[in-house]
């Protein structure tokens, strides 16, 4: 490949703490288990959300270095997919406990570049670990089908590896979704080109340290940066047999058909509004401690956030005290020892927030607890936005339509359970839900004629199901 004479990058050196950003290195790619510095003239700068200190510079791939990616998958693919399932599940094994020894290197370097917690960082390898966990049992999971048509006739189904296939993650979940991809795509014999968030590629970088050491063959497992350019590469490709997404709606609508129209499979984990709708027969301090944790978690920047509350009856007279249990939540630097959530993910992400939270008021909802303007004091350069509690909220406004991604939650009141289902069904997001009651007729009446991909009874709705879904299958998830 054109840039294979470029130096080595030292991964060991690759920044995990707010001091050590002090050399600031350029984010390297890495293809044929070689990390490469890119020859392109265009950097995507990455600052640490909790100080906007540069961190490094993320490149926009080259063109060639594009084509050298996917032609180093496409060298790698024959002997990959000949190499048995079982090698292939050996290198799964010897992944996933590199992954567990380095559980604290991989988190670290989240905190830093995406901000949250040092703790949730932890939860978000945890969650990509047991995909890859699940990934050692691929010799089971590629069994094949046979139909005895008739007494001289067989009919086979074999379980294929499709070739070079390609992931686009977001930002959110920096080890969690490119594990969702890794393991699996290669475990079962494809070789995967992988675009982590440019706003967040460490924690890649270093997964891909992990694949090398656990024996992934050069070219099974290649990443690349940039934004959109690199995206419409992947598109266009025609040795790209399928793309697995999570994002946006905005950017996973425009993949999902590009993509199909250009006859690729394509897989699209869009955006998300979960609601959670609560009855006056609730355990009131659980559902509350729920909310809470479910809502402002991760500042809000989890696809299962539960950013939305619809208050059945007389449960909206339990606003005050959710708020006061909201007040007690520590935003603070993700290294900061009792942190619960940290910054947002970029001070454009952070402008967006405030804006939807002012077009709340302008809109006539009362914000009932603004985070609009706070700064923890040691850290005062980073992109804050402390938890909001939004109510009196219709369902035209801004702030109930769009999807925030941010530590607010806004509340909106009903007069039946019939009510909050229909409210619910209406909106256009259908992620998960949740709901809190005691009753066992009310959760099962809810259960059936809600339209969401996962509903909790109980349980706020919880992330780690998101991999291990089924399409066309709902999860039930019940305390
Ligand atoms: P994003 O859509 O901005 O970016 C995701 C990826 O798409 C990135 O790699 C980015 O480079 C690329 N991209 C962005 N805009 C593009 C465009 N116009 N054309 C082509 N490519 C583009 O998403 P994000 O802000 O990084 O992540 C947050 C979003 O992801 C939220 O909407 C969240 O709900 C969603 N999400 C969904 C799930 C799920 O499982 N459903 C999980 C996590 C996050």
């Not at 979704?177 to 699996?184: D, G, K, N, Q, T």
């Not at 301090?285 to 978690?297: D, Y």
């Not at 947002?344 to 009932?368: C, D, N, Y």
């Not at 039946?416 to 009446?445: C, M, P």
Request: hydrophobic share 40%.
């Amino acid at each position: 490949p054109a840039s294979a004479s470029a130096p080595a990058y030292a991964v060991d050196s690759y920044p995990t703490s707010h001091e050590q950003i002090k050399d600031v290195q350029d984010t390297p790619y890495f293809i044929d288990n070689k990390f490469l510095k890119s020859e392109t003239t265009q950097f995507i700068d990455l600052h640490d959300p909790a100080t906007n200190n540069l961190v490094t510079r993320v490149p926009q791939s080259t063109d060639a270095e594009l084509k050298a990616a996917v032609e180093s998958a496409q060298k790698a693919f024959p002997g990959w997919r000949a190499t048995s399932v079982m090698a292939r599940q050996q290198v799964m094994f010897k992944f996933t406990q590199l992954v567990r020894d380095n559980w604290d290197r991989l988190a670290a370097s989240i905190t830093l570049e995406q901000g949250k917690t040092f703790a949730d960082a932890k939860g978000d390898v945890l969650r990509g670990l047991q995909v890859a966990e699940g990934a050692c049992n691929i010799p089971q999971q590629m069994v094949g089908e046979v139909l005895e048509v008739a007494k001289d006739m067989e009919t086979r189904s074999y379980r294929e590896p499709l070739g070079v296939v390609a992931a686009i993650c977001p930002f959110n979940f920096p080890a969690m979704i490119p594990l969702w991809s890794i393991p699996i795509a290669t475990a079962t014999g494809n070789c995967l080109i992988l675009k982590p968030s440019e706003r967040d590629p460490g924690a890649a970088i270093i997964l891909a340290e992990l694949a090398e050491k656990a024996g992934m063959p050069p070219g099974v497992l290649n990443i690349v940066h940039g934004a959109a350019k690199t995206v419409d590469f992947i598109l266009d490709e025609p040795a790209i047999k399928a793309i697995s997404f999570v994002g946006s709606n905005r950017a996973g609508e425009y993949i999902f058909t590009k993509g199909s129209a250009n006859g690729k499979r394509v897989q699209a984990n869009l955006g998300a509004k979960n609601h959670a709708a609560i009855l006056p027969d609730a355990n009131k301090q659980h559902a509350l401690n729920s909310i809470v944790g479910a809502a402002f978690g991760a500042a809000g920047q989890r696809c299962m956030a539960l950013s939305t509350l619809v208050m059945v009856g007389e449960t909206k007279e339990w606003l005050n005290e959710l708020a006061e249990s909201t007040k007690a939540l520590k935003v603070n630097g993700g290294f900061e020892e009792g942190a619960d959530l940290g910054p947002v993910i970029s001070p454009q992400s952070k402008e967006r927030i405030e804006g939807l939270i002012a077009s709340a008021e302008e809109e006539g909802a009362t914000i009932l607890l603004d985070g609009r303007g706070f700064k923890p004091a040691k850290y005062p350069n980073g992109n804050w936005v402390g938890p909001t509690i939004i109510t009196n909220v219709k369902p035209h406004m801004r702030c109930y339509k769009e999807e925030i991604f941010g530590p607010v939650l806004v509340c909106l009141n009903v007069d039946s359970l019939d009510e909050a289902v229909d409210l619910i069904n209406a909106n256009e997001y259908g992620n998960g839900v949740a709901i809190f009651t005691k009753s066992g007729a009310t959760a099962t009446a809810f259960q059936k004629n809600i339209e969401a991909g996962q509903v909790g009874i109980n349980v706020p709705v919880s992330l780690p199901l998101d991999c291990l879904i089924l399409p066309g299958i709902r999860a039930l998830i019940v305390s």
